[in-house]
């Protein structure tokens, strides 16, 4: 675990080994305590390299061993380093790789630090719900300055070797073998004074307007933390380090992650450290699976429809260097699409300081053009007519063995499978808008989908910097089909006696970026009401009598339908649930109208509004959504737990630090999850959304066991089916 020799006659290098990223699990630990001992008490070495096998300098402390308390054995991170940075002889760090966490502490520790320059540092434990409190919140503002530190320590991002040296993290960038420039820098420092090498003996480089600086920053972090602790802990404990002498601070970063280690969010964000990793192990019902399911290399694809998320998708695709041929019909919307597209390339391109895409991308107006491509994304409107017309052409233009792609949110993936010559070739690829910037792809597979085709998918997904997750067909695959029960609820609390903003402000405080009023806004009315038109649903004036709220049998509510009849499609129309300054404005406003058509509306139906508590929005959107992720579940459209709760943390604005829906079900307790399921379905019989599925009592019957053991019982669950 850790590899200890003697090189270059008086260099003692400490070679760090535990795969797959060099953490600092206790036996590493074990093992750096003792070889820093062996290198200082050795009179031959004058002085000491510590590196990562593998071209990893160190990932961080263990997180498998955050899980359980017991498992926290073996030497303690804090003393090991302090050891490191009070040795008397030069300790040198090679970073190459990267250095992340306690590795970046431990690399702080030392008296020098080199870095490859295709190397990463950060200190990313606020990601999983806990401060760097080996020191890195007390050393990094001592050695790069506060604003800097506050920066790197609240967001946890990455910084490149570049920018390290630059802020002075680093002592030198080195291109070739870090471990060699590290020895050679070794060799050279011997016998120097140490005095001003160690980080801990520093003063924090003054800052003007302290005080206003922390609380500008304060402001900052609790608006985008949304309720998350650890970011506001590492500002306190940033402050410590600004304002309190080294031991005092160090004492104060220890009560801070006291706070920390141990708290439900902390849980939450490591388990979303691992479910998105787990969601990328993926696997069907046929058996197919990614680690036996090989793809094939795509380097033409093409875009059909440049919409919004056309144009989107387009970006994303050029931006991984592929080549894209870019397909609209239409001839005013081909011209906007290409300045779009162009604008957005430039944005992007400024964004991130990589070369421009352009050049990659070929637009034309006849599908002809995509006879010779890899791969198709078809995006056009959300019309089952249309698709299947266009899915037809497609099939009918394309080279045989092209990968067919729909970009629908909800309709069905195999009826246009079926409309192809070779409908193994067709799957869903579910982007969110807007399409280039946001993280989630659902990759949906219907029952004739070849693996093949997934594991491509998958695959151009990573590429494009997405995080996939395949899912299984049905109508709204998992995240919209969720999505339904937890509106319809918000809807229904409307009609009990809620206004928007009670709903969203009870929303908001559990952490969502914004409630569900203020999404139905901004992603506009009139989509919805759109669909329920072609399914039927919508009455002219929301319908008369007791059926006005009932559909099918089963209750409906026809606010939304009545909102649109009146214009109210959101912010593009300045009106929507709220009111707002002007059609495509953002700032949303209560509006005093609504408050009348609610009285209106629940006069005409005998309602009387009563009083709704945060805690019964909270119980009836969650739940609802979460007994429908059960019955996903069930139904085996989703492989586990963690794709859905990866599903709505990336792309539904659910907040990390609660996990997902169904992780955040586990930590409520199902039992009470399947309690007050069970009191709002005895109330509301005629909202079958509300009535408990057969997997959440299964589940609670077999002792509510941890999220991580609910694949055993679902197996069961789906074998009985
Ligand atoms: C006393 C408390 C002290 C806390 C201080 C800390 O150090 S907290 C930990 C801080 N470190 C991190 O947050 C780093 C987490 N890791 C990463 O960000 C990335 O893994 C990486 C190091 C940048 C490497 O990324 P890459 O894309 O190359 O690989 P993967 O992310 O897929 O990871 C590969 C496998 O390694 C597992 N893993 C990664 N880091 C850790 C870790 N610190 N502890 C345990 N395991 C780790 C990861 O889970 C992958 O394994 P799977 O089996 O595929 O899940």
């Known amino acids: 675990m850790t590899q200890y020799s003697r090189v270059s006659g008086s260099v003692g290098l ?64 804090i003393p090991m380093i302090h050891s490191i940075e009070a040795a008397d002889k030069p300790v040198v760090a090679a970073i190459e790789g990267g250095a992340f966490g306690g590795g ?55 910084i490149t ?12 960038v080195a291109d070739h073998n870090t471990v060699d420039a590290a020895v ?20 924090c480089p003054p800052v003007p307007n302290m005080d206003a600086l922390f609380e500008d920053v304060m402001q900052k972090v609790r608006t985008t933390a949304r309720g998350a602790i650890a970011p506001i802990a590492c500002v306190q404990a940033v402050r410590a380090a600004a304002t309190l002498p080294y031991t005092q601070g160090m004492q104060r970063e220890k009560e801070l992650m006291a706070t920390l280690f141990t708290s439900g969010q902390a849980r939450a964000l490591q388990y979303c450290f691992f479910a998105q990793r787990v969601v990328g192990r993926w696997s069907m019902p046929s058996g197919a699976r990614w680690d036996t399911s090989k793809g094939r290399p795509i380097h033409k694809a093409a875009v059909i429809g440049l919409g919004t998320m056309g144009r989107g998708i387009t970006v994303a695709l050029a931006q991984t260097g592929l080549s894209v041929v870019a397909v609209e019909t239409q001839e005013k919307q081909f011209m906007e699409a290409k300045k779009a597209v162009s604008n957005m390339l430039e944005r992007g391109a400024k964004r991130s300081g990589k070369p421009l895409a352009h050049g990659k991308i070929t637009y034309s107006q006849s599908l002809q053009a995509v006879a010779d491509v890899d791969l198709v994304i078809e995006a056009v409107f959300e019309d089952m007519g249309l698709k299947k017309k266009v899915f037809q ?70 590429k494009m910097g997405k995080v996939s997750v395949a899912v299984g067909n049905c109508r709204g695959f998992v995240g919209n089909r969720m999505l339904k029960p937890y509106r319809d609820q918000a809807y229904f609390l409307l009609e009990e006696g809620a206004t928007p903003q009670l709903i969203d402000q009870a929303l908001e405080e559990f952490g969502f970026a914004m409630g569900a009023f203020k999404v139905s806004d901004l992603s506009g009315l009139d989509v919805g009401w759109k669909v329920r038109k072609e399914e039927g649903l919508v009455q002219p004036g929301g319908g008369s009598g007791k059926s006005a709220r009932i559909r099918n049998g089963v209750r409906y509510s026809p606010l939304g339908d009545l909102m649109c009849e009146q214009g109210r499609f959101g912010q ?137 053991k609910w694949k055993e019982v679902i197996k069961n669950v789906r074998s009985q089916l």
Not at 38 to 51: E, F, M, N, R, Y
Not at 401 to 428: I, M, R, Y
Not at 654 to 683: D, K, S, T
Request: hydrophobic share 40%; with cysteine.
């Open 184 to 203: 050679k820098f070794a060799l050279s420092v011997a016998g120097q004074s140490l005095d001003a090498r160690r980080i801990s003996n520093f003063q």
């Open 161 to 172: 070797a570049a920018e390290a040296l630059q802020l002075g993290l680093v002592d030198q």
């Open 393 to 462: 052409q497609l099939s009918a233009v394309c080279k045989p063995g092209t990968f067919l792609c729909t970009n629908t949110s909800t309709l069905d993936v195999d009826e246009l499978a079926s409309q192809t010559h070779q409908p193994e070739l067709v799957v869903g690829m579910h982007f969110f808008a807007p399409a280039h910037i946001m993280k989630l792809l659902e990759v949906v597979y219907g029952p004739r989908s070849s693996p093949e085709l997934v594991a491509v998918v998958m695959e151009l997904g990573k």
């Open 572 to 708: 593009k129309t300045g009106r929507g649930w709220y009111q707002y300054d002007k059609p495509g404005s953002r700032d949303a406003r209560p509006d005093p109208w609504m408050h009348s058509f609610l009285e209106e509306y629940r006069a005409r139906h005998g309602l009387v509004a009563r009083r709704i508590s945060n805690q019964e929005v909270l119980e009836r959107c969650l739940y609802a959504m979460i007994n429908e992720g059960f019955r996903v579940l069930e139904d085996g459209i989703a492989a586990g737990p963690e794709d859905i709760d990866i599903i709505y943390v990336f792309g539904y604005g659910w907040p990390r630090h609660r996990g997902g829906p169904m992780f955040y079900a586990n930590m409520v307790g199902l039992e009470i999850v399947l309690e007050r399921l069970e009191h709002y379905a005895q109330a509301n019989p005629d909202m079958p959304t509300l009535q408990p599925c057969s997997l959440l009592r299964k589940l609670v019957a077999s002792g509510s066991p941890p999220v991580n």
């Open 104 to 158: 970046l502490e431990l690399a702080l520790g030392c008296h020098y630090r080199i870095a490859h320059s295709k190397a990463k540092v950060g200190l990313p434990e606020v990601t999983l719900g806990l401060l760097p409190a080996a020191g890195g919140s007390q050393r990094l503002p001592r050695l790069i300055g506060v604003p800097a530190a506050l920066s790197l320590i609240t967001t946890g991002r990455h």
């Open 14 to 77: 400490i070679t760090l080994k535990n795969p797959p990223v060099n953490q600092l699990s206790a036996v590493v630990r074990h093992g750096i305590v003792d070889t820093v001992q062996k290198a200082l008490s050795d009179p031959k070495v004058k002085s000491v390299v510590i590196c990562g096998q593998n071209g990893m300098f160190c990932g961080g402390a263990d997180i498998k061993e955050f899980q359980t308390l017991a498992n926290m054995r073996g030497p303690p991170l």
